[in-house]
């Protein structure tokens, strides 16, 4: 039997191996656009001395780097427990960056320059995304930051060894489904026992050990096999909710089956059993064959109602608003790597063809766009209107920095943007008599919201009550067209 080993390396010349460990136990974690780590567990060895805050760890079945974070020892049983983290991490290390820089350019330009600018050893090699955009961070240590930016432009990032890639989506559809009561056995259930008497229950399934799913006589039932942002399939009652596993943790020296963490349930499986409840519908935009239909900085797969059945301008329900006819620049669509086979055309309201690269300028004379995407004998179709708004006109022409224009004739936009947290509120600069459009849109995933009015019937603000596929580094957009008549 071959015992498991792990290299420890010269952190500033990875080349010169230093020694080896003999690996009693590991655990590979990584998250999607968060944590990458990797856990050991080994006895006292020759080697073991070598194991410090400068050394490098190297696993040849990753094949990646780590470094040392944190060594736990236990004397009398002379075993050491051994926390790793990406070497990616050190970029956060010692760095206190301007909050508030701006950047232009492609991902690829974008990426680069963070790192450049900061004097590091690492280099972003490949993106998925060529599209000019601007990006103003709001984090200062350089992987947060790195983090931050592939979130805004809705992709994900791969730290491997030095390099970074920029990526539409990372894991492929392959089909896997879990199914309650053939091939997912087991829940945690959590009973809190109230003052009033009442009794509260939690269910929690959004971690699955794959290699713990066993029939009755304790055999695999099937040979599982799942990576990091692959497609995750839930079974009950003939429902299926689409999920994704946006972390993956498991042991790279053995052939086990991974722990998966999977997409964020709003409601877990197990619970609508116990309550009864019907399942959720599969969130839209695991359903499209696109990975991105970006217009100007607008992500318009966040919209909702964005995919319509027929290529009938009378389905569209998704909307642009515009001051001017040249208002945005580019036209970006691309497919997700399953459908990559497929073909993509896009027309106006009138089926004239228009052209989709970094160059177009919409809405130009076009009031609504549809977007074809044929697959054999299959077709998707996506289609928006754009809508023109009235510039705001200041009352004073000779002060039109007075804040008290435009508020009583004119229409005003009001806009925000900030990172998605649960039951956030965009509250406007003041109450307002009309809300005349409102459109919300997400760096990832897809939000519901509802209007807030205070108690005589003014518009207040905006309230985000759900969202799909986000989390912390989502950015959430708001723009809001108010007036004050009368």
């Known amino acids: 039997m ?21 690996v009693a136990d590991a655990y590979l974690y990584e998250r999607v656009n968060d944590k990458y780590t990797f856990e050991i567990e080994y006895y006292e060895q020759e080697d073991a001395h070598l194991v410090t805050k400068k050394a490098l760890i190297h696993s040849d079945v990753d094949d990646d780097y780590f470094r040392v974070a944190q060594l736990t020892e236990t004397p009398i049983q002379n075993k050491y427990e051994l926390t790793c983290e990406h070497v990616s991490y050190e970029l956060n290390d010692g760095r206190d960056d301007e909050i508030n820089a701006v950047y232009t350019g492609t991902p690829m330009e974008i990426a680069n320059k963070i790192l450049t600018d900061n004097d590091t050893r690492y280099r972003c090699t490949y993106s998925d995304f060529n599209e000019v955009v601007t990006f103003k961070t709001k984090t200062a240590p350089i992987r947060s930051r790195l983090i931050e930016f592939v979130n805004s432009i809705g ?7 030095f390099e970074v890639s920029i990526v539409t989506r990372r894991g492929h559809d392959n089909g896997l489904t879990i199914e309650l009561g053939k091939n997912l056995k087991d829940v945690t259930i959590t009973k809190v026992f109230n003052l009033d008497g009442t009794i509260s229950q939690s269910f929690d399934i959004d971690f699955i050990d794959l290699n713990k799913i066993v029939d009755a006589n304790g055999n695999p039932l099937e040979p599982y096999e799942c990576h990091l942002g692959d497609s995750v399939y839930l079974k009950i009652r003939g429902e299926t909710i689409a999920q994704r596993s946006v972390a993956v943790g498991f042991n790279p020296f053995k052939h086990a089956l991974p722990t998966i963490e999977l997409d964020s ?56 608003n515009y001051e001017k006819t040249d208002e945005f620049k580019g036209l970006i669509l691309a497919l ?20 989709y690269n970094n160059s177009t300028v919409l809405p130009n004379t076009n009031t609504s766009l549809i977007v074809t995407v044929t697959k054999g004998q299959e077709k998707q179709y996506y289609g928006l209107k754009f809508n023109e708004v009235l510039p705001e006109e200041p009352e004073d022409p000779e002060n039109p920095d007075d804040p008290s224009n435009g508020t009583s004739k004119g229409l005003i936009l009001e806009t925000a943007m900030e990172y998605y947290y649960r039951d956030m509120i965009f509250q406007f600069t003041k109450a307002y008599n009309e809300l005349l459009s409102v459109v919300v849109t997400a760096s990832t995933g897809s939000v519901k919201y509802e209007t807030l009015k205070n108690s005589e019937g003014k518009f207040t603000g905006i309230k985000i009550n759900a969202a799909t596929g986000l989390n912390e580094y989502s950015e959430i957009s708001v723009q809001a067209v108010v007036r004050n008549s009368g």
């Open 336 to 355: 997700k790597e399953d459908y990559n086979d497929a073909s993509i055309s896009v027309t106006n309201q009138n089926g004239t063809p228009i052209n």
């Open 2 to 22: 071959t015992i498991p080993k792990v290299k420890i390396l010269n952190n500033n010349n990875p080349a010169i191996v230093l020694g080896e460990l003999e």
């Open 265 to 320: 349930p709003v409601q877990s499986l197990t619970k609508l059993i116990a309550e009864g409840m019907e399942s959720p519908a599969t969130p839209a935009y695991l359903n499209y064959w696109l990975s991105t239909f970006r217009i100007g900085n607008i992500n318009c797969l966040s919209l909702d109602g964005i995919q319509i059945e027929s290529p009938n301008t009378a389905n569209i329900i998704a909307e642009i």
């Open 155 to 161: 992709a994900e990032i791969i730290f491997r060894r």
